[in-house]
């Protein structure tokens, strides 16, 4: 059972960003590009302006590379140890980290805590991070498979979710379509009304029931995600990690891909908090 650390108490104001007629849901099956793309969410009849999933097919098998790899905009990595290192983040750099399995998970990984962010369980490993949580930005995570299921988890929820989005979403993605996201957000915000139904947003909210990878490597990883909804309905966003500066980062594309409908977990690891 996940152990809660929602800091917005009933009684506050929260970001229209997190009401059902924005993001909020969509924020949950997968990371979101707001180009004004209106996606049908859990139930069916709740609209969103934004598209969720990133780059990565689904046909391709998921593999690991030990060696260096390249990276998704064609850099080459430069750091391949399993955690520590340089980190941009803006905080000091990354404490040694004791995760070192290089193999692409096909089991639910063990030694996994889920704890509540704002209602959603996210997961985090003593061994595979996050090692360091200053405010809304949890960091650090193990250069494997493990640490870039952790990050994917922990950013994709955080960036959108998160009182402090900015920082979140400025620290921790990169990609083309990432100063549109924060470019539009804070526009929005300016007119939404910032109070949001505490019922209608918890029954928009998902949560992680499962994974896959698609593609791993030393660079670069490719993991599809199912979050259910309260009424049962599930879907899968595919995102993508990059390893940057010392640490996974979620790569923010210009046009992510639509996050889609799954009937069951067939296929997929079963994985979740709640």
Not at 49 to 76: I, L, Y
Not at 145 to 160: D, E, K, M, N
Request: glycine share 12%; aromatic share 8%; charged share 20%.
């Amino acid at each position: 059972m996940a152990e809660s650390d929602n800091r917005t108490g009933t009684g506050e104001p929260r970001s229209p960003w997190l009401r059902t007629g924005f993001v909020f849901a969509m924020a949950f099956v997968g990371f979101v590009a707001v180009i004004g793309v209106a996606v049908l969410v859990s139930s069916g009849s709740a609209d969103s302006s934004d598209r969720g999933g990133g780059p990565g097919s689904a046909s391709e098998p998921a593999r690991s590379e030990k060696a260096r790899a390249r990276t998704g905009d064609g850099e080459t990595d430069s750091d391949t140890s399993s955690g520590g290192g340089k980190s941009s983040h803006g905080g000091s750099s990354c404490p040694e980290l004791d995760e070192r399995q290089d193999d692409v998970l096909t089991a639910a990984p063990e030694g996994v805590a889920w704890k509540l962010f704002h209602t959603v369980a996210l997961p985090a490993s003593k061994a595979a991070g996050p090692a360091v949580v200053e405010g809304d930005v949890a960091r650090c995570y193990a250069h494997t498979p493990l640490g870039a299921l952790l990050a994917t988890s922990q950013i994709s929820v955080r960036y959108l979710a998160a009182d402090d989005w900015r920082k979140v979403t400025r620290a921790q993605t990169v990609g083309a379509g990432r100063q549109s996201y924060i470019e539009a957000r804070t526009e929005s915000e300016k007119t939404a009304d910032p109070q949001a139904d505490e019922a209608q947003d918890r029954a928009a909210q998902g949560q992680i029931a499962g994974f896959k990878f698609v593609t791993y490597t030393s660079g670069a990883a490719v993991i599809q995600t199912v979050w259910r909804f309260p009424d049962g309905k599930m879907q899968a966003a595919t995102t993508t990690a990059l390893w940057r500066d010392g640490d996974w980062r979620l790569e923010y594309p210009a046009d992510p891909a639509a996050p889609t409908p799954v009937d069951s977990l067939a296929g997929f690891v079963k994985w979740g908090g709640v």
